[in-house]
């Protein structure tokens, strides 16, 4: 039997369709902007977000990194999540790349109100950081895979306006968060100044990710996105990758959320277990292990010998996400694993 990779929705291999796109794709020069396939998928992108324009990148770590550049200049404060991606794994590219410091919120499983971003701006005075950007990140990855509602967005730019600042989406996830809540992914876009999506995510292409702005945000975009290097040649081998995944695997995003779902309520029965299944709202479940009194670490190392693969975020957290290489039975079989593993 194959392994069932819980590790995250990063792990999921191209399909043979997939396959197919890439090897049909027609291609050009990307940085002189003469790549078909790549102008094909920004154009789609940057409709489906509701903004102007949009520019592929090699990464969603770069989407995030090239916005706060753009939109800040160092000395300049970003204010995110306590939780937030671009604090915890990107290397303090915020700080080394745009020079910014990051002011933290204290959301409630990723998710911060518009009383927060009121909470943490500053009167500006000569001795006080210039507040230029907030970020959202939706879904919230540490919070546990949250879906911001859309008013609450609505109130956070509201607020960041009110203050001069900019509105920033992490969107790695958005297409889970438009399923999972059917608000359209150009309703959340619209309100935020930038805002992109992962595509090796929940959409299981292989690389890239893309951002979306106005033209001037975008041209801006352009210069670092080549100063940093990510300029490509014939990127439309990966853009279609892109394209065919926006076809064909946003509506099945729902699958994975209905097996997070059931790894939830399938792994809430066991005793020792403790899973706040109000939480799984869409491909993320995090389990709890304090009270089987064994670590993370150990009982992700015993759930890979029997070929189930999770991954041990804290000494008695374990998160595992759901995607398109794992089906019902696989999360059927990582229940059954989970429970023999606890000697059940
Ligand atoms: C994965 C992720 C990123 C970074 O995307 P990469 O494509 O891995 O660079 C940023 N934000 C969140 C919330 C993510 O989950």
């Not at 970003?78 to 020079?99: K, M, N, Q, R």
């Not at 210039?130 to 939706?138: A, D, T, W, Y």
């Not at 399923?179 to 992962?198: F, K, N, P």
């Not at 996400?321 to 694993?337: K, S, Y």
Request: negative net charge.
């Amino acid at each position: 039997m194959s392994r069932v990779n819980l590790y995250s929705d990063t792990q999921t291999r191209p399909t043979a369709a997939m396959r197919r796109a890439i090897a049909e794709a027609p291609v050009g020069d990307e940085q002189r902007g003469e790549d078909p396939s790549v102008n094909a998928l920004c154009e789609r992108v940057a409709a489906l977000l509701g903004h102007e324009a949009a520019l592929f990148l090699p990464s969603g770590t770069m989407c995030n990194e090239i916005a706060i550049a753009v939109h800040c200049r160092p000395g300049d404060e970003v204010l995110a999540d306590v939780t937030s991606h671009l604090i915890h794994f990107e290397a303090g590219a915020p700080s080394a790349l745009a020079g910014v410091l990051i002011g933290t919120l204290p959301g409630r499983r990723g998710v911060f109100t518009a009383a927060d971003v009121d909470a943490a701006t500053r009167a500006l005075t000569r001795h006080s950081p210039r507040q230029r950007l907030v970020s959202i990140e939706n879904t919230a990855n540490l919070g546990g895979g949250t879906v911001w509602p859309l008013a609450g967005v609505q109130e956070v730019a509201a607020a960041a306006r009110r203050r001069g600042l900019a509105v920033h989406m992490d969107g790695a996830r958005l297409m889970n968060a438009v399923v999972a809540s059917g608000t359209a992914a150009a309703d959340y876009g619209r309100v935020c100044d930038s805002v992109w999506i992962d595509l090796t995510k929940g959409l299981g292409c292989p690389v890239g990710a893309v951002l979306a702005g106005n033209r001037d945000f975008i041209e801006e975009a352009w210069r670092l996105k080549h100063r940093w290097g990510g300029a490509m040649r014939q990127a439309g081998i990966v853009a279609a990758a892109g394209l065919h995944a926006l076809d064909h695997h946003v509506d099945r995003l729902a699958e994975d959320h209905e097996n997070a779902r059931r790894l939830a309520d399938g792994l809430a029965d066991l005793p020792g277990l403790m899973i706040d299944r109000a939480a799984v709202e869409t491909n993320m479940v995090y389990i709890d292990v304090a009270g089987t009194g064994r670590s993370a670490a150990d009982i992700v190392a015993a759930l890979g010998e029997r070929d189930i693969v999770m991954g041990a975020l804290g000494p008695t957290s374990i998160r595992a996400v759901t995607h398109l290489d794992v089906d019902r039975a696989g999360i059927e079989r990582a229940i059954a694993a989970f429970a023999a593993v606890l000697g059940h």
